[in-house]
């Protein structure tokens, strides 16, 4: 059985991931921060589905449990054959100039280090020259990386940046390794997210104006996700996919 590892599986796209990996045979490790009750719920939604998984609780941003993480992940003779690195955080709409150094320093560390922590812990388990099986990683950026979120939050779509950028340059590290590294670029996705950013109802709002003329559901990015982890994607590396209905 392969296994997978995906960070913020509790809720929204990770859920949807960990859901549709189980359907397709894949033991799946769930990490979550803080909602105990939504990760239980995903994990008991993998086991409906046949499949078997694990909880591994704590905070991408903290080094400590990012190790112990992925330690879980690999447990009991497991390895990993894929990770997606998932987790990310909003905040409230406002212009770079209202933006308090607080705001800023916990978006970078979620967003950026949280997600250069997790990628250099499957870089560093994954490849066939270090032990691993090989296998895939896949990012979760933002079509904010490419339209910059003016007066809502260029701080967020900053860090969308730096995912892309360390996709880009992860895929020429691992490529001769067995292992390949890409990312997908969610649009305006119906999930909770935007209620954290102070705008539950930003996704249907703004949706209509997607090329598509709605907004995405998790499923949809999840789809994307699992085609990017599995072996009908085995010639595409440093890709950045779209998943933003045009816009
Ligand atoms: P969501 O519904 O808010 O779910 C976020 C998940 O990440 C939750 O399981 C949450 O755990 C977890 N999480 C948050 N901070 C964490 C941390 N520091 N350490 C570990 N886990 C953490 O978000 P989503 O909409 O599914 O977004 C998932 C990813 O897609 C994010 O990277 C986001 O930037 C990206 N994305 C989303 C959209 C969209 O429109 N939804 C668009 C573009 C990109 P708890 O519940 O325990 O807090």
Redesign the pocket.
């Known amino acids: 059985m392969k296994s997978l590892f995906v ?9 949807s991931v960990a859901l549709l990996a189980a359907e397709a045979g894949w033991f799946v490790t769930i ?6 009750d ?2 239980e719920a995903t994990l008991a939604e993998v086991k409906a589905r046949g499949a078997d998984g694990v909880l591994a ?5 903290v080094e400590t ?1 990012v190790l112990r993480m992925f330690d879980v992940a690999c447990a009991d003779g497991r390895g990993l054959d894929g990770v997606v690195v ?5 905040a409230p709409s406002m212009s770079l100039a209202d933006m308090s150094v607080e705001r800023l320093r916990r978006m970078f ?3 950026i280090l ?1 997600a250069y922590l997790c990628a250099r812990e499957a870089a560093r388990r994954m490849p066939r020259s270090r032990g691993g099986r090989g296998g895939s990683i896949v990012m ?5 990386s490419r339209l910059g979120s003016p007066f809502e939050y260029v701080d ?1 779509a900053g860090t ?1 940046g730096a995912v892309d950028t360390l996709t880009i340059g992860l895929s020429k590290e691992l490529g001769g390794d067995g292992v390949r590294v890409n990312a997908v ?10 209620g ?1 950013g102070g705008q539950p109802d ?2 249907a709002r703004l949706g209509s104006s997607a090329p598509l003329g709605r ?2 559901e ?1 499923e949809e ?1 999840g789809a994307a996700i699992l085609w990017l982890l599995g072996d009908t994607s085995s010639y595409c590396t440093g890709a950045l996919l779209d998943v ?1 209905g045009g816009r």
């Open positions: 960070t913020g599986a509790g809720r929204g796209i990770g859920r990490n979550y921060r803080s909602d105990v939504a990760a609780p704590g905070d991408v941003a449990d998932n987790a990310g955080i909003v560390d979620v967003n949280g979760v950026s933002s079509a904010a967020y969308k670029r969610p649009g305006l996705i119906r999930t909770d997210i935007h954290s930003r996704a907004p995405g998790a990015v933003s």
